[in-house]
Each structure stands twice: as C-alpha cells, then as structure tokens.
T-cell receptor
C-alpha cells in the first residue's frame, strides 16, 4: 500500500472553473500536509500547507484536511491555463517523523 | 527568490563515469538537506538525508557506495553518482526544510547516462 495516493489524472477543467484535487494517506499519525505544483521538467514548488482539520484558504487556493478520513484536498478557484501542471500531495510526520511522503501527482489541464 | 540552488541543471555523461551534483542553501544554514530521485511520471523518492559534519542517512535500497553524499559545510551538500549506468538516468532534486517544516527544493538535475 502506498503511503500517499493520488489519482494520476489528467484532470481537465475549463478556464474559470474550480479544480478539485484529492489525496489520501495511510499513516494516521501524519501531522503536516502539503501541496506542491510541479511543471514539466521542473522541481516542485510549494503552494500551501495545512496542519489542522478544516479549510485553509490562500488566494485562489483552498486546502481541506480531514484527519478522520485521512483525506486532504486542494481546490483551485477560477482556474487559469497557467495552473496546468502536476500537483503533488505530500505528508510528513507520523511513524517517520521527519520524512516526507509524496504522492505520484495529479496532472491538471486547464483549457482556455 | 530561490532559497536552494542546485547545479548543474542538466548533465549527460558516459556510462562508467561519475557525476557530482551540488546543492546550496542560499539564505539559511542547513544542518540537514535531502536528496530525492524522480523517474518520469512517478513520485519523488527520498534517497538520503545529508547531515552536516556526519555521515548521510540512506533510505532502504539506496546504494551508499554508488550515491556518495558529502555535507561539508552548512550551506553545501553534494551528491556524486559513481560509475553511472543508463538506469541511473533520472531527475535528482535536493531540498531543505523551511520554517514551518515544509520543504524547499532546488531546481533539479536531469541526469542522462549514455
């Protein structure tokens, strides 16, 4: 069983729509949750992180965490073609406290 | 701006040769840095944790004699791929931790072994 699972996609949404990206994790003791964006051939860049259950908003991005369901999501409002990338979910803490576990990423295509 | 600088961004080498990749923390003295490898359409896999002034900690299945890590200063960690083979061709990325436990990544190094 993979520690962090994501649907590989591609997820296609029209420009201006809401994109919803989902992630589940296996280690119930995980404490920190991150979303990274990775353009093709580039390294990941941090979008946002969340530690507590509930929603956290930052501009067009909202991260949602439900520790009981071991589920974290990222909503992108007013999607733009420049948002087209692979989105990586990462989880930290739990059994291996300092180690990051990355999902394989969801490819998002925003169509003009 | 970038807080972690990685060099080179691309390298092509012949099979059997060694390649050194540098990772610098630009704004912060990092006692710990991390090296990842990413194959196409796959997740980042942690290879090793680089510890300043001491031996690196390697993940299970990573050959420490093949992937030499040196963290001689608080701002520089290096990864040397020794006796490279085509199956070592991959995207290698270093990172360090930020203020809130997040990871900041270098630009990555695309290694192609021919």
């Amino acid at each position: 069983q993979k520690e962090v699972e994501q649907n590989s996609g591609p997820l296609s949404v029209p420009e201006g729509a809401i994109a919803s990206l989902n992630c589940t994790y296996s280690d119930r003791g995980s404490q920190s949750f991150f979303w990274y964006r990775q353009y093709s051939g580039k390294s990941p860049e941090l979008i946002m992180f969340i530690y507590s259950n509930g929603d956290k908003e930052d501009g067009r991005f909202t991260a949602q965490l439900n520790k009981a369901s071991q589920y974290v999501s990222l909503l992108i409002r007013d999607s733009q073609p420049s948002d087209s990338a692979t989105y990586l979910c990462a989880v930290k803490g739990g059994y291996n406290f300092n180690k990051f576990y990355f999902g394989s990423g969801t490819k998002l295509n925003v169509k003009p | 701006g970038a807080v972690v600088s990685q060099h080179p961004s691309r390298v092509i080498c012949k099979s059997g040769t060694s390649v050194k990749i540098e990772c610098r923390s630009l704004d912060f003295q990092a006692t710990t840095m991390f090296w990842y490898r990413q194959f196409p359409k796959q997740s980042l896999m942690l290879m090793a944790t680089s510890n300043e002034g001491s031996k690196a900690t390697y993940e299970q299945g990573v050959e420490k004699d093949k992937f030499l890590i040196n963290h001689a200063s608080l701002t520089l960690s290096t990864l040397t791929v020794t006796s490279a083979h085509p199956e070592d061709s991959s995207f290698y990325i270093c990172s360090r931790s930020g203020s809130y436990t997040e990871a900041f990544f270098g630009q990555g190094t695309r290694l192609t072994v021919v």
